[in-house]
């Protein structure tokens, strides 16, 4: 039976519904009771997060529990392990708030909550040697931004491999009260030209706020791109065309590319339908209006794109609206890896299949690509060679600059779905062999 759900005008005021909504959710969408107590159990350890826009614009009721767009947004079965759910169901029924408590911590412990090395290996040291609060540095070029007023979404993805950031534990979060002692860093190194506002989603600060941590950016001449990691275009594209301050955002972006340096939004698009409203489509359109440049990226995840149909949709409306496609990476290995994971092969094989369909300006896109702790790796395909079949794989980017457009190879698996499941080839010179292992973090 299809639910027909309130058609919004794009002037209405964020509201975020979460856990303590599910009741009211179930019951305005009629979501059945399975799959109600599900959601109400994965979210005692994983984020959940939605909003009006995203219920009334993008979700397909009459599809659900396998419309992709509740897959993205909706915990699900299967997303914990089902003794990890029985013993969370039992507790809760228990009203054992310590142990429950206890429990859900150690189950987000067991789900990699920090992969690639990002507490290791990425958090620069501030000149008395303490860590630099909510920065990470793990190119050369590029530093990333956490400012702590961002660390949320508008709505939380399932699958998103940051989702230690949103469950309330500080012991797991990124963040950064200010800009300051990332000024004072970027001041001693001059070769980092690129700024990334992560999180969480930079863009649900306020204009105010946010130019409260891009001004200062600007007194440091060798930054020369900003760029804003943001799923708001979305998610949330009242952001740009109606909420209170979406003009002043658009003139804030207007000034900083007034200096000569680039403003990059970094737009995450998982699936076509989220391009499909008339309200993201003005709201990317007034961007590129300012000067800011979009360039779209997203994983490639089971039960929600895993698809060269889906993929093929997804960049023809992204080059469609004067947006640029530039990533299909690989899921990590974090969260509920095992449900969304895509194995590399068939990884491939989907990208080339929806890649072959491209005209020129949308061949921009890179994928499948591996967010690994060496660095970022493509797998170009699968081989032939005197060892049989092989996955031909790339450093697209790494820690050490040396190891950057190198190629080498693994031998072929129908189940590996990340860069420590492969078999590499005998014959791989031995930095990369370290770097893939891990033994060698510059």
Sequence with gaps: MTVTAPVLSGTERFRALGPQH????????????????????????????????????????????????????????????????????????????????????????????HPSGQRQYNVPRRADGKPL?????????TVLYFPSQGQTCHSYCTYCFRWAQFVGDVDLRFAAPGPHEL???????????????????????????????????????????????????????????????????????????ATGRNVAVMAHFSHPRELEPELARRAMARLRATGVLIYCQAP????????????????????????????????RDTGPY?????????????????????????RTVRGPVMSATAGKVVVDGVVTDRGGQALQLRFLQARDPALVGRPFRARQSPTAAWLDELQLDPDTPEDIAAAVRGTAVA
């Design 300 to 331: 490639l995840i089971a039960h929600v794109n895993d698809s060269a149909v889906v993929w093929q949709q997804m960049w023809h409306a992204e080059l469609a609206n004067g947006a640029v496609p530039y990533y299909m990476f690989v899921e």
């Design 183 to 257: 000024v004072d860093y970027l001041r001693t190194r001059p070769l980092i030209t690129d700024v990334l506002v992560t999180g969480g989603d930079p863009l649900v600060m306020s204009t105010e706020r946010l130019r409260g941590h891009l001004g200062p950016l600007l007194e440091v001449e060798s930054v020369r791109t900003i760029r804003l990691g943001t799923k708001s275009l979305a998610y949330w594209p009242q952001r740009f065309v109606t909420d209170a301050d979406a003009d002043d955002l658009l003139r804030l972006f207007e000034q900083i590319i």
């Design 133 to 141: 609060a909510g920065v990470q540095h793990k190119y050369e070029q």
């Design 22 to 113: 599910v009741d009211e959710l179930a019951e305005r969408y009629r979501i059945p009771s399975h799959l109600r107590e599900t959601i109400r159990l994965v979210s005692t350890v994983l984020p959940f997060r939605v909003n009006e826009y995203v219920l009334g614009e993008l979700i397909d009721w009459s599809q659900i529990p396998e419309d992709p767009i509740f897959q993205l947004v909706f915990p699900q079965p299967g997303m914990l392990l089902a003794e990890d759910e029985r013993q969370l169901a039992a507790l809760a029924r228990s009203g054992d708030g310590a142990a429950l408590r206890a429990t859900v911590r150690a189950i987000r412990e067991r789900l990699n909550p």
């Design 338 to 362: 095992d449900y969304f994971k895509v194995p590399l092969e068939r990884a491939a094989a989907i990208f080339q299949d929806a890649y072959r369909d491209l005209p020129g300006l949308a």
